[in-house]
């Protein structure tokens, strides 16, 4: 008589959850989910926030095998950060739009064109762009890293322009020279429906994320008056979390990928916390769904690779961002 597998279709919610704990604890398994996670992923994981912040957590963890709920990039950054372990991620294909925008041959042929430049690479990018760099950051972070760069040092910063551009102002600095990358999903949370909301709900507080298209009109709206400036806060995923759990408004408007409303909403039941864009989902973080997770845990599929070479290169650009100093628990 054949076998019939499990999947998520033929049980309950309750029923999968359990089983997708006996398998990793059969496995000896930790679970991470980023914040862009879809809910029931989030819910089931041991642990769920920012890429930076469960790749520390993957190094730290004392599990052989680390499941990482997101997408390719963060699987590669725990890989990086915990060499020794099995890093499986449920579904390889989910990649991410602004890594995709460079590649480390792009790094080089940049890196030439401006000899002595210090290159700083946002976490979003792929292991081996990584391993081209000098020093990573994240979201939260970015500004220390600049300010932790000699001011006479001419800087590329990489892939993100609007984060690029966000640091550039909030720095001062003017031999900034920053990749004209972005998210796709965070490109499309435009100025004018930030505006158009922002007028719509006078009372509400704006969280802006830095890789926002939006982000530069969450300023402008501050200084001409439109909105008072202690409403507007432009945040990493976490800032977002920290902000949400002590936020006192009747109301918050979350711009970044809609994801992250289900943490927003379980860190504080009586705010309302709605998307500006509602469409602003990333289909590569919806791609590992419970049926992939539940494939992963059981067949141990979806193995990262990172050859040494390649890893220890990277890991160093890595571990230089952490000695400046810990990222918030919002590292992007």
């Not at 033929?10 to 359990?18: Q, S």
């Not at 990573?136 to 500004?143: E, G, I, K, P």
């Not at 419970?290 to 220890?312: H, N, Q, W, Y």
Request: hydrophobic share 40%; net charge negative; charged share 25%.
């Amino acid at each position: 008589m054949a076998t019939v597998t499990a999947t998520a279709d033929n049980m309950t919610r309750a029923a999968w959850a359990e089983e997708v704990r006996r398998l990793a604890k059969e496995r000896d398994a930790v679970i991470l989910a980023h914040n862009y996670q879809r809910p029931e992923i989030q819910d089931v994981a041991d642990h769920t926030g920012d890429s930076l912040a469960l790749s520390r957590l993957a190094a730290s963890a004392e599990a052989s095998t680390i499941v990482f709920c997101g997408v390719h990039f963060m699987a590669e950054t725990a890989k990086i950060l915990a060499p020794e372990k099995t890093v499986l991620i449920p579904d390889p294909a989910a990649g991410c739009s602004l890594a995709d925008t460079i590649t480390a041959e792009d790094v080089r042929s940049w890196r030439a064109e401006h000899p002595g430049a210090v290159v700083v690479a946002y976490v979003n990018t792929s292991a081996a762009v990584k391993a081209e760099t000098d020093i990573c950051c994240t979201s939260s972070n970015a500004a220390d890293v600049i300010r932790s760069i000699p001011e006479d040092k001419e800087i590329l910063f990489l892939p993100d322009q609007f984060l690029g551009a966000h640091v550039k102002r909030i720095t001062g600095r003017d031999n900034i020279h920053v990749w004209m990358g972005e998210c796709h999903v965070h490109a499309g949370i435009d100025g004018g429906t930030l505006r158009e909301r922002a007028a719509a709900e006078p009372d509400a507080e704006l969280y802006v994320h830095p890789e926002c298209g939006c982000a530069t009109s969450a300023l402008y709206l501050v200084g001409s008056g439109t909105v008072p400036e202690e409403r507007v806060k432009v945040l990493s995923t976490g800032g977002m979390l920290s902000a949400a759990e002590n936020t006192t408004a009747d109301k918050v408007l979350i711009a970044t990928e809609t994801g992250m409303l289900h943490q927003l909403r379980a860190a504080n039941s009586t705010t309302t916390f709605e998307p500006v864009n509602p469409r602003a989902e990333c289909h590569y973080m919806k791609m590992i769904t419970a049926d992939k997770l539940l494939a992963s845990l059981r067949d141990g599929s979806g193995e990262i690779k990172v050859d040494e070479e390649t890893s220890a290169k990277a890991r160093r650009s890595v571990e230089r961002m952490i000695a400046i100093g810990s990222p918030s628990r919002g590292g992007e």
